[in-house]
C-alpha cells in the first residue's frame, strides 16, 4: 500500500521470476551483537529443561496450524 511500492512487482519476485533489489554482501551478512550470547554457555541441565518444556502439548499447542515448508524457503 505504501507509495514507494505500489509499482513494484511482489509476484514475480515471490515466484523467484525477478532478483530482489537488495541483497545484503555475504561478507557483512552477520553481526555478532544479533547473536545470542546468553546461549553459549548454557549448562546441559538447562538446556535439557528447554527441551522439556518444548515438548509438552501446551507449547506446542501454541503453534497449531503453523506450517513450515523448506522448499518455498529458498
Given at each position: 500500500?505504501?507509495?514507494?511500492?505500489k509499482d513494484?512487482?511482489?509476484?514475480?519476485?515471490?515466484?523467484y521470476k525477478?532478483?530482489?533489489?537488495?541483497?545484503?554482501?555475504?561478507?557483512?551478512?552477520?553481526?555478532?551483537?544479533?547473536?545470542?550470547?546468553?546461549?553459549?554457555?548454557?549448562?546441559?541441565?538447562?538446556?535439557?529443561?528447554?527441551?522439556?518444556?518444548?515438548?509438552?502439548?501446551?507449547?506446542?499447542?501454541l503453534f497449531?496450524?503453523?506450517?513450515?515448508?523448506?522448499?518455498?524457503?529458498?
Amino acid at each position: 500500500m505504501h507509495p514507494w511500492l505500489k509499482d513494484f512487482d511482489w509476484e514475480a519476485l515471490n515466484e523467484y521470476k525477478i532478483d530482489s533489489p537488495f541483497k545484503p554482501p555475504k561478507d557483512e551478512n552477520y553481526d555478532k551483537k544479533n547473536s545470542e550470547s546468553e546461549w553459549k554457555d548454557i549448562n546441559e541441565d538447562s538446556l535439557q529443561h528447554c527441551i522439556e518444556l518444548l515438548q509438552k502439548e501446551s507449547v506446542q499447542e501454541l503453534f497449531a496450524n503453523y506450517e513450515y515448508d523448506e522448499a518455498d524457503a529458498k
